[in-house]
């Protein structure tokens, strides 16, 4: 049986900044790493109850720490990203589309073109459309960057169905997928849609 | 007459039983890449116990702490399958702290 410790059991431990022998507190900390870099949240940590200086990781907290490790190594493996250069007038497209929704800028955008990239590897008729409206207008300088990370299976079948569509570079993906969601708030043409992305950008305020 | 290593049957036995009580921290606010294997998983608890047993007694020895030179640490020195290891601990009142896992610097 492995025993448990908890908040405000005591201990003792050397301590590098006063030099000697102290007393420890048990007491949650935020955990930071730097390889991976990462911080692990409300950790029971040993405290010198001189100087406050973490001193000592309990066992129990090192599994906490390593399962997040884990968890973290995990997601960075299976996950991609897609990395795109966008002309400035597309960018603020997707200013006016999140404002339009009245959602969070940022957040909002990450997530609606996760949407889009799930609609495009469904259904090849709808990676047509974004084929088309990924063609650049003549004299955009492509001024902006977009990235967005998105699980393994996801970047793998939308890609593949971008591929098959003559969407080859990531930046072609990019500009379509904001093309179409600015058509589909700004027309009529996807209600569906539309309704999809209020849903969203509610989910993410 | 060659002078008993101090302590090393006791010391083994402490900190054997610490690790199989899961009652044991260890040392510092970070994780130090290649110094505590047992911290970054690298080596199981299982594999750090089987080290221990196979530890002789003049594979022990104790040197003070390094930034408190008035406490002494134990350092294990078995060797498995060729290589040998460096465990590195100490004991205050009720307390473990494991300072080091890792394969032995020649
Ligand atoms: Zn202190």
Redo the contacts with the bound molecule.
């Keep these: 049986m492995k025993q448990v410790l908890k908040e405000h059991d005591t201990g003792a431990a050397l ?1 590098r ?2 030099r000697k022998q ?1 007393k420890t507190t048990y007491l949650y900390r935020d955990f930071s790493l730097t390889t991976p870099k990462l911080r692990v949240r409300r950790v029971l940590v040993g405290v ?1 109850d ?2 406050q ?1 973490t001193l000592t990781v309990p066992w129990q907290s090192n599994e906490r720490i390593q399962a997040t490790v884990r968890a973290a190594r995990a997601r960075t493996e299976t996950s991609g990203r897609i990395e795109a250069r966008v002309p400035s007038d597309l960018y603020e497209r997707l200013r006016l589309i999140a404002a339009r929704l009245e959602a969070r800028d940022e957040a909002f955008a990450h997530v609606m073109l996760r949407f889009y990239l799930s609609q495009l590897s469904r259904s090849a008729k709808f990676a047509g459309r974004v084929r088309r409206l990924s063609v650049v207008r003549e004299g955009s300088r492509a001024s902006q960057r977009v990235s967005l990370r998105v699980s393994g299976k996801l970047y793998d079948q939308a890609l593949k169905q971008a591929q098959a569509q003559g969407v080859t570079d990531q930046s072609a993906l990019v500009r379509g997928l904001i093309s179409a969601a600015y058509e589909d708030v700004f027309t009529d043409c996807s209600p569906q849609r539309r309704a999809v992305l209020e849903c969203l950008a509610d989910a993410t305020n | 007459m060659r002078k008993r290593r101090e302590g090393f049957r006791e010391a083994r036995a402490r900190l054997i039983r610490a690790l199989e009580t899961g009652r044991f921290n260890f040392e510092g606010d970070e994780v130090r890449e290649g110094k505590n294997l047992l911290q970054s998983g690298e080596v199981s608890i299982e594999f750090v116990i089987a080290l221990l047993s196979s530890c002789r007694g003049t594979e022990h020895t104790t040197s003070p702490h390094h930034f408190v030179p008035s406490s002494s640490c134990h350092i294990f020195k078995p060797v498995t399958k060729r290589v040998r290891w460096y465990i590195k601990c100490y004991f205050l009142d009720a307390d473990t702290i494991l300072i080091s896992v890792h394969i032995a610097e020649h």
């Design positions: 301590c900044t006063c102290t010198c001189v100087c200086r």
